[in-house]
């Protein structure tokens, strides 16, 4: 406990001689060490704490400013050791302000009642009408904010987790406001009832009101220019500059609002992006990017989405008012001028190209295209797993994760293929087979979900799907079984025998968190329960499930291969483990060389369009090799090929290690 003492009179002469005034100079009190030779033209009034000046504070440019208090009105305040405050227009009310801090020339600070700093904020996604409501809090995650909006079948459930963050808000609450250490502070317009964290940098934003600033020293916020934020709470490494407007949202991790973009009534998850556009009433899970002008996301859940130019999409029939949403599942694009009209249903990995008005639900045809051929959409089952922009998209999200903090909210699983986008291939194959069953082999065109779908798209799918499948298993068996040499083929299997029962059945993607859908049912029972009672717990929950992941995989996967054997894993032998890794090296292969052929398409002739201004075709051609390079020494292609050779041998190492067995 630091000791403060009543200013002497001596102090008191100095501060009155340096125009300093104060309606009460006992209702002051000061540090041992306490000196007024920096504080000039205050006023003061209700309860002071200060603590010592006696440092300088160094600015950009290498610009250095004597802590101090100069011009500012200050109530009710406690201000730390080596604050700078100066040019505070109207006044600075009821704040705690932590040591090394700077701010200057600002209109306004106060706390103005009992506030929670943002938490507890309803916000309404996905239904503007309502009924979807998340509570927004400081230790929000993307998978709480799932289980909230869409669980809502789970009464007690929904019950139990907003009486968890309103206790959280209430034991938050405060009449006075915190800013915390090496904060700057710089021309900012008014700051009411907002908790500010360490080493954020806030410059000439114009209005921040009912928030919370979760800024930290290994991961600093960044406020800038005439940003307007209402009902609020920005996390760690957040950047929310140029003039964007934000109210009644979270915005998580990692996460860069700029250029103009407009938010309300929304969440953003970890690493998303919205740069020029708007987002009213969306979902934004972990990496949803929309970069363009024309761009509006709404009514919407997304992850690790692209948002193309023009990306649009409608929750108003004209009928009982914008109450439509829907949901487009991890990594899917949207090509410029795409439109959507809700509800509707987009599988992981898909592609949308086109206008889209018949609500159609493609969620059981993942890394398909949904594509508008004369106003009518028409489906592409599988063709994004030969894509190289899919396989691109899987190599830059984990080396594009911004946050910097130790403590991750969100828990992202980056992986491509998973027992939650395999168990929609395997539905995938059901679908296109009755298709053919119902309509026949030989017909040209089929109808599923609202949408066309044609012949050699159908019959190309379950191909696409099947080399899917054979992959992951293969990559799961592999994994399980490398680095460990074998006497036996009773050691292989007493190898392949799970590390736990959980990870049978289906499996979820809770925004960024890849589960067994068991896992999130037992969450929920121990929510309802009592047993999970408070927000660290939530997210210690959440953080278990992300850690085992691969021992849940493996359960699911061994139970799919011993469907496909048709026999028990302690009935496999030697050549069933190598038909399976023969399958595997053929699947890795054959998609590699469909990415190869794809990536090709970048170097052809119309690719070429457009280079060697002024010059004959060879001009074109050295143009283009100077700008784009050449094919064969392409980065993505030398991947492609080395990672063929790579696959081919690690199977045939397993192989060679095991064949003596057989």
């Known amino acids: 406990m630091e000791n403060y003492r009543s200013l002497s009179t001596k102090e008191i002469e100095t501060l009155i001689s340096q125009s300093c005034t104060c309606d009460d100079w006992s209702r002051i009190s000061v540090k041992e060490k306490f000196s007024p030779c920096n504080i000039q033209h205050v006023h003061f009034s209700g309860d002071i704490k200060l603590g010592i000046f006696d440092k300088e504070i160094t600015l950009e440019g290498g610009i250095k400013k004597h802590t101090g208090i100069h011009h500012a009105t200050i109530f009710n305040c406690n201000i730390h050791d080596n604050v ?30 009992t506030t929670s700093f943002g938490n507890g904020t309803e916000v309404a996604i996905l239904n503007e009408g309502g009924g979807r409501e998340i509570l927004i809090t400081d230790k929000l995650s993307s998978h709480l904010a799932y289980i909230m909006a869409l669980y809502r079948h789970r009464n007690k459930t929904i019950s139990a987790l907003q009486n968890i963050i309103r206790k959280y808000s209430k034991d938050i609450s405060s009449k006075v406001g915190y800013i915390g250490k090496n904060v700057h502070i710089i021309s900012v317009g008014k700051i009411k009832d907002t908790k500010i964290g360490d080493y954020a940098y806030i410059e000439g934003a114009s209005s921040l009101i009912n ?28 950047q929310i500059t140029d003039a964007s407007l934000v109210e009644n949202s979270f915005i998580g991790q990692g996460v860069q609002i700029s250029k103009h973009f407009s938010i309300y009534d929304s969440v953003y998850f970890c690493n998303s992006q919205g740069f020029h556009g708007e987002a009213c009433a969306i979902f934004g ?17 997304f992850s690790f989405l692209n948002a193309g130019s023009g990306s649009n999409q409608s929750n108003h029939m004209y009928k009982l008012g914008p109450i439509h ?27 949308v190209i086109g206008r889209h008005y018949q609500h159609s639900d493609t969620s ?34 984990p080396k594009r994760d911004r946050r910097k903090d130790s403590e991750k909210l969100d828990q992202i699983n980056f992986n491509l293929l998973s027992p939650y986008t395999i168990q929609k291939m395997y539905a995938g194959i059901d679908i296109l087979k009755t298709l053919q069953k119902l309509s026949g082999e030989t017909s040209e065109t089929y109808s599923y979900q609202s949408a066309f779908m044609k012949n050699q798209a159908l019959r190309k799918g379950l191909i696409y799907y099947q080399m899917a499948i054979d992959k992951f298993l293969g990559n799961s068996l592999i994994k399980r079984l490398e680095g460990t040499s074998f006497k036996s083929i009773k050691e ?38 009592g047993i999970i009672d408070n927000i660290d717990s939530i997210n210690r929950h959440f953080k278990d499930i992300h850690s085992n992941y691969y021992s849940y995989e493996w359960t699911w996967a061994l139970e799919k291969l011993e469907e496909s054997l048709n026999k028990p894993y302690t009935e496999f032998t030697i050549q069933d483990i190598i038909k399976c890794v023969e399958s595997w090296t053929k ?28 010059g004959d075709e060879e001009v074109k051609q050295k143009d283009f090799a100077n700008v784009r390079g ?21 199977g045939q190492e397993l192989i060679n290690r095991i064949l003596p067995l057989a």
């Open 364 to 397: 059981n045809l993942p890394f398909s295209y949904l594509i508008e051929i004369d106003n009518s959409s028409y489906i592409v089952p599988g063709v994004n797993l030969r894509s190289v922009g899919t396989i691109r998209d899987a190599q830059k999200w």
């Open 84 to 113: 700078f405050i100066g040019k505070i227009n109207r006044y600075i009310a009821n704040y705690e302000i932590d040591e090394n801090t700077y701010i200057e020339n600002t209109e306004l600070i106060t706390t103005t009642g």
């Open 630 to 650: 050449v094919f064969e020494e392409n980065p993505f292609v030398m991947e492609v090929q080395n990672h063929i050779k790579v696959k081919t041998e690690l």
């Open 492 to 529: 292989i299997r007493e190898r392949l025998k799970p590390d736990t029962s959980i990870g049978s059945g289906t499996w979820v993607d809770i925004s960024g968190l890849i589960a067994p859908k068991s896992e999130i049912s037992q969450f929920m029972n121990d929510i309802e329960s």
């Open 587 to 614: 699947s890795v292969t054959d998609l590699d060389k469909l990415l190869y052929e794809d990536a090709k398409k970048e170097f052809d002739l119309i690719s070429k369009t457009g280079f060697g201004a002024d």
């Open 325 to 351: 949403q829907g949901v487009v599942e991890r990594g899917s694009k949207t090509t410029s001028d795409s439109y959507i009209l809700w509800p509707a249903k987009i599988g992981a990995f898909s592609l």
């Open 211 to 238: 928030g919370s600033i979760n800024s930290n020293e290994s991961d600093p916020i960044l406020v800038g220019q005439s940003v307007i934020a209402k009902n609020f709470i920005f996390s760690s490494g957040s």
């Open 285 to 301: 899970g972990p990496f949803t990017v929309t970069h363009h002008k024309s761009s509006l996301l709404i009514a919407g859940m």
